[in-house]
């Protein structure tokens, strides 16, 4: 049986189930990240044939850089989804799944970025930039 997870966004608009194993949280701290969410981002990933939306036509792309886009609730403005040009898997916040998630977190990436109001404090690698 597959491993299996749910979540949805602050206003519900927009629910998410997953099948299949999930990634370590990857906690990024580059400024786009900061700015979206307030703080950094922290998501998991899935495959992409493992993730089904119902809500999607609630969900907005926003083109965020050259190279990805990122998906939120355009009714609460939930931060959800990161998914990178060409990838096949998405990218899915850890904050909005069902708890218990399981999910911890497995590195920081961009730290050079990072906000100068808090320290890393967990024993998770940390990279400059992205690994």
């Known amino acids: 049986m597959s491993e299996t997870h749910s979540g949805h966004c602050l206003c519900g608009a927009v629910r998410f189930r997953t099948s299949g194993r999930l990634r370590d949280v990857t906690a990024c701290h580059c400024s786009q990240c900061r700015r979206q969410t307030g703080h950094f981002y922290a998501a998991t990933n899935v495959q992409d044939d493992g993730l089904a939306v119902e809500g999607a036509e609630s969900v907005t792309w926003y083109r965020a850089s050259e190279t990805a886009s990122r998906g939120f609730c355009r009714t609460c ?53 992205g690994r």
């Open 77 to 129: 403005g939930s931060a959800l989804f990161w998914k990178g040009d060409g990838s096949d898997y998405t990218s899915i916040m850890a904050g909005a799944f069902d708890q218990p998630t399981g999910l911890k977190i497995g590195v920081h990436i961009f730290c050079a970025d990072k906000g100068d109001y808090y320290e890393i404090a967990d024993d998770a690698p940390q990279y400059a930039q």
